[in-house]
C-alpha cells in the first residue's frame, strides 16, 4: 500500500507542485493550507508522515507540532522560508525529525521523506528478540515504542532511535558523531545540538536525572552511555 503523506502548506501554488511531484514516488498526500485542518487531518487519514510549514496563517506550525505531539508520534519534517539555526532548534525541541529551508529543490524533499521513513523501519530484531525489559523500562523494538512500568513514555522518531542505539549498546560510551548516525537527515553542521536536544527530551521523558541516572549516563566530553541492565534495575 502507498504511503500516506500529509502536507501542511498554505502557498497554494507550491501545495500543488508538492502534490503532484510526490505522488509518482508511490506517496499518496493528503494537503491542507492551515493548522487546525492539518491536525484534523491527522486524524481522518493516519498520515505516515508530516510535511510542515513553519509560517503558517494564525496557528504557525510550531503551534501545530506542540499539538501534534500531544497525540501522536508520526515523524514530522519541517518547511522553514528562513532556513535560522533557532527556528530549526525550536522544531526540534518539540519533537520534529527534520528540516528543509525554503528555497528547495523538490527532489531533495523525497529524499529526506525515504530518509525518515527509512530511519523508521530500521534495526528492526529478530522477533525473539523484539521486547527488552531493563528495569522499569521496557523497549519494544518491533513496535519502536518504549514504556516505563507498563505505561507508554510517547518517544518521537529521533528519541526512539537514540535509546534503542544506546540499549544495544550497553556499557559503551557513544560519541556524539555515533548518535547523530541515528538522527541522519539532520543537517549536522547546523546541528551538533541535535543529539544534546534530543537526550535531554528523552531523559525527560524517561524521568532519568542526569545527576544520578538509571538509564543513560553522560561520559563527559566522550559522549552517552546506556547504563540500566537487561531485566534487572542495576
Given at each position: 500500500m502507498p504511503q500516506t503523506l500529509l502536507l501542511i502548506e498554505d502557498d497554494a501554488r507550491l501545495q500543488a507542485l508538492l502534490v503532484q511531484y510526490l505522488?509518482?514516488?508511490g506517496f499518496r498526500v493528503e494537503a491542507r493550507s492551515d493548522g487546525p485542518a492539518g491536525l484534523a487531518a491527522l486524524d481522518e487519514c493516519s498520515p505516515d508522515?508530516?510535511?510542515l510549514d513553519i509560517m503558517l496563517p494564525g496557528m504557525n506550525g510550531f503551534e501545530v507540532c506542540r499539538a501534534m505531539r500531544q497525540r501522536s508520534q508520526v515523524p514530522v519534517i519541517m518547511l522553514t522560508a528562513r532556513g535560522?539555526?533557532?527556528?530549526?532548534v525550536a522544531g526540534l525541541e518539540l519533537g520534529a525529525d527534520d528540516y528543509l529551508p525554503k528555497p528547495f529543490e523538490p527532489r531533495e524533499l523525497v529524499a529526506r521523506?525515504?530518509?525518515v521513513l527509512r530511519r523508521g523501519r530500521s534495526q528492526e530484531p529478530s522477533p525473539h528478540q523484539a521486547v527488552r525489559?531493563?528495569?522499569r523500562l521496557s523497549i519494544d523494538f518491533a513496535a519502536r515504542a518504549a514504556s516505563l512500568e507498563g505505561q507508554d513514555i510517547g518517544l518521537t522518531t529521533n528519541e526512539f532511535n537514540a535509546l534503542a542505539v544506546l540499549a544495544k549498546n550497553f556499557g559503551t560510551v557513544l560519541d556524539r558523531d555515533a548518535l547523530l548516525q541515528e538522527l541522519r537527515g539532520l543537517e549536522s553542521e547546523s546541528f551538533n545540538r541535535a543529539v544534546d536536544i534530543t537526550m535531554s527530551r528523552l531523559r525527560q521523558k524517561l524521568g532519568d536525572d542526569p545527576k544520578t541516572p538509571e538509564f543513560i549516563k553522560t561520559v563527559w566530553g566522550a559522549g552517552y552511555m546506556f547504563i540500566a541492565r537487561e531485566g534487572g534495575h542495576d
Open positions: 505522488e509518482p514516488f508522515l508530516v510535511i535560522e539555526v533557532m527556528d530549526r521523506i525515504q530518509s525489559g531493563f528495569g
